[in-house]
Structures are given as C-alpha cells and as structure tokens.
C-alpha cells in the first residue's frame, strides 16, 4: 500500500534569516510551507552577527553600490517593521590620515546619506574630539559621525519565525532533512527528529542553509554546486564597558579592514568582527587566540583606556557563507547574496548563497520572483508594510516601559525595558493580566521568571537553556553555572509535562 506523504507548496531548510525570511514571505503569499531546521533557530551564523542593520560603508570601497543601496533602503523599512528590537544608532568614524584621505570618506558618507530612502535616520557630519573628555587617544582629534541601526539578531529571526507560523506555515526545529530527491515532479523529502523519521514533500525546494548550502547540495541531494562557496569566520568579544555615552565607533585599521566597538545590553561593549577562510568544523566554530589579538590591537591602537586578554568576558564566533568571487582578501569578497535556480520535472530547487540580516527581506522577495513561475497564482509582495510580531499598536518602546512599570508592581526599569524590546507589544500575552511580580512564579534570577520561561517554550520553540539564555534572550552572560542548572532542571520537568498531556 502506498504511503501519503503531505505536499506542501515550498519547503525550506535552515532556519537561519535567510530561511525564515523565504518561508514568512511565501506563506504570506498563499502558499503552503514548511521549514525545517536542523538546531534552534538562528542558532548559527543568524546569532553570530555584528548586530547591526546597516548599509555597509566599507562595502562602496569595494563598489558594491548595488547591495548598499538595497540595504542602506532596508534599514528605515525594518525599523519601521520592528520598532522594538531594532533602534537607531550613531557611529563615530576617528579620521587617520595615513588610512584614508578626508575628502575619500566625505565623498563615501555623502553617497551613504543619499543612495537609499534616508527619512528617519540622522545624516552624517564631521565632528572634532575634546582631548580632555575623549575616550579616544589624544593624536585623535577628528572623526567623522553618521546613523546605522542596532538590531537583536536572534529576535529578529524568531519574529519572522512567529509570523510564518501566525499565516501557517509549520516551522520544524531540532528537525534535521537526511535527504531529498525528485519523483513525480514533486521533492520527496526525508526528515529525522527526536521522535523518529518522517517524509513530506513538496513542489519547491528552498536551501537556506547558510554555511551548509553547498554541502547539502552535494551530500543530501547527490547533486553538483552550482556555485563555489568561501566559507569566511567572523568573530566578537565581550567586554565590560569602555566609554560612557550611546554611540558606536567604527575602528580603520592599517590593514584597511574596520573594526566595531558598540554599546552592548547597556553594561558591555561589544568588538568585531575578524574575517579569514573557515575549514573546520561548521558545528564547532569559536575564536581563535590570533583573533582575539587582533581585536584588542586595533581598539588599544584607537583608545586611551587599553583592554588585555583578562578584560575578555564571553565570545562568539560565525560562519559567512559568500559566494565565490575569486578574491584573494576574505574582507573584500562580495556580501551580496546569489540565488541558484534549478529546475528539473517541473519540482525547482532555490538555493541560497551568501546574503546578510539587513538584506533578507529583499532577498525573499527576489526568491518569490525566481518561484512565481511555478506558482502562478502566487499573491503580490506583502512584507515591506507588514509589522513583525511586538510593533502591533506599539506607539514607542518607551511608552511601552511607562506601561509595564504602571501594570505591574514590583518590576524594575531594567527588567520592564528587557520585556518591552524583546516582546514590545507582545508583552501582554506572557505577562497575561499579572500585577504582581512573585505571580510570575519560580524566579531563576536576574529577571527570568518561570512565566516567561513558558511563554518561550509554548510559543518560541525554545527547548534547552541556551535557546533561552543565549538567542530569545542575552541572559547567558549574567547567569551562573548553579542558576543554569535551575533553569535546565525546571525545562525538564517542563517537557515532561508537555509531553504527558500531548500523550493524553
């Protein structure tokens, strides 16, 4: 007897940005989706980023006009779309002569001002530094200042995700795909997850899986790469915070590459990123001791107040997946994103290449565009006006705060500015009409009650300690090894239940 396996519209692999952008765009569209993801989402490179949503300045040296424009117009677009995790932020470039002429970055930051749709966001200016007040080393003198945005990585990937599922697409996580074949003009597509195997198919196949875009073409689908990959780490570290004030410095360093030092969850600073190939293993990528060097001799070189291994509190390290262009510098190999159309008994296969957060929007659009062929009833694009869950009615995060602090008694300012850009408008439905904070149940510490716990597991695909700690939130460099324990105890009594009353 023949099995009946579901058939969906599209299926997509990797829950990275990339992917959950496709997936929320197509189902919004009408068509029906699944996305399956091997880990957490975001829980690779998606997490692993600078943070930022920006037009990519550095990217006009190397004439990449195209993608700075798009995403230099993607900025004010996502701002509006996800006021809440995503803020405006000023960046502060010290000028060295010897780097780079006055009149080269003038010309650079006037291009950036005018290039993309600039209404919100502040233009660029030149600024010159008071010796005495300065963070920066006294030969400094002059910079120039110009906006980007800030954006949590993680969250950004979720809300897409939480979108996706809200329109009904299945999201699939800790759901690994074995294999995938055409038969029949449909992708038959093999599944294994925790409680077993599974099969679904599908009349398009989206491959989003970032660093392992090459790699499933070539194992999983036994077919050849239609494009070579350059597989480029990209590393951060933590430390405690340097310079008072909001404000970002973007570092030029005699290399020509750049490095950030940005304000980080209010009591850190954060400094990336390094870029060098990448031939290890993609599960296993941290930093290594010469980047690290490398990131504390290009700000010691630039600040007064000089930083040392010790001063290192926690660090992270991603894989870029770009496509390749043949460059000999890893800095200079192009960030745009390619998409690779295959097409076989009418059943294509998308694959996505390269790509960046401040792009995935448009690049889901162009992955619409690549798939409208095959569906011709597909409906228009939708996501350029369409808010991420948490902007719904949110006037502004600070309102926002005033609101919580008034809801509920006992909650700090810290703890209400927390909930309110994680979840803006959202907030209500974890805080679900409590007034007092002990309502909130068991508290782990440092603001993460058992409530909120539930709130990530039911409706955030949250699983292990570290989704919580490290993606849907940035809890992880406050917690300590016994309070992590606590939460991993509570998660598996927490799954234990969800497991029995899925069973009854």
Known sequence: ?????????????????????????????????????????????????????????????????????????????????????????????????????????????????????????????????????????????????????AVDDARLVVLNAIQAREQGAHIATQTRCTSAYRENGLWVIDLENTQGRYTVQAKALVNAAGPWVAQFIQQNLKQKSPYGL?????????????????????????????????????????????DHEYQGDLNKVAITQPEMDYLLDVYNDHFKHQLGPQDILYTYSGVRSLCDDESDNPSAITRDYTLALSQEQDAPLLSVFGGKLTTYRKLAESAMTYLQPFFPTMKKPWTEKALLPGAENLVSVELLIQQILQAVQD??????????????????????????????????????????????????????????????????????????????????????????????
């Open 230 to 274: 350059r597989l480029i780490q990209g590393s951060h570290i933590v430390v405690p915070k340097i310079y008072a004030g909001g404000k970002a410095f973007i570092l030029q360093n005699d290399d020509h590459r750049i490095v950030f030092a940005i304000p980080y969850l209010d009591q850190y600073t954060l400094i990336g990123t390094t």
């Open 1 to 149: 007897m023949q099995v009946s396996h579901p058939v969906y519209d599209v299926v997509v692999v990797g829950g990275g940005i990339n992917g959950v952008g496709v997936a929320v765009d197509a189902v919004g569209r009408g068509l029906s989706v699944f996305l399956c993801e091997k880990d957490d989402l975001a829980s690779h490179t998606s997490s692993a980023s600078s943070k930022l949503i920006h037009g990519g300045l550095r990217y006009l040296e190397h004439k990449e006009f195209r993608l700075v424009r798009e995403a230099l117009a993607e900025r004010e677009i996502l701002l509006a779309k996800a006021p809440h995790i995503i803020r405006p932020l000023r960046f502060i470039m010290p000028h060295q002569p010897h780097l780079r002429p006055a009149w080269l970055i003038r010309t650079g930051l006037f291009f950036y001002d005018h290039l993309g749709k600039r209404e919100k966001l502040a233009g660029s200016k030149h600024i010159t530094f008071d010796v005495a007040t300065s963070p920066l080393k006294a030969e400094i003198t002059q910079g120039f200042e110009y906006s980007d945005c």
């Open 411 to 504: 909650v700090s300012v810290q703890l209400a500015s927390r909930w309110a850009h994680a979840y803006g408008s959202r907030v209500w439905v974890f805080l679900n009409n409590i007034s007092m904070l002990h309502e909130l149940g068991q508290d782990f510490g440092h603001g993460l009650y058992a409530q909120e716990v539930d709130y990530l597991v039911n409706q955030e695909w949250a699983i292990t300690s570290s989704d919580i700690l490290w993606r849907r939130s940035k809890l992880g460099l406050e917690f300590t090894e016994t309070e992590i324990q606590a939460l991993d105890e509570y998660l598996l009594e927490l799954h234990k239940r969800r497991a029995m009353s899925a069973v009854a």
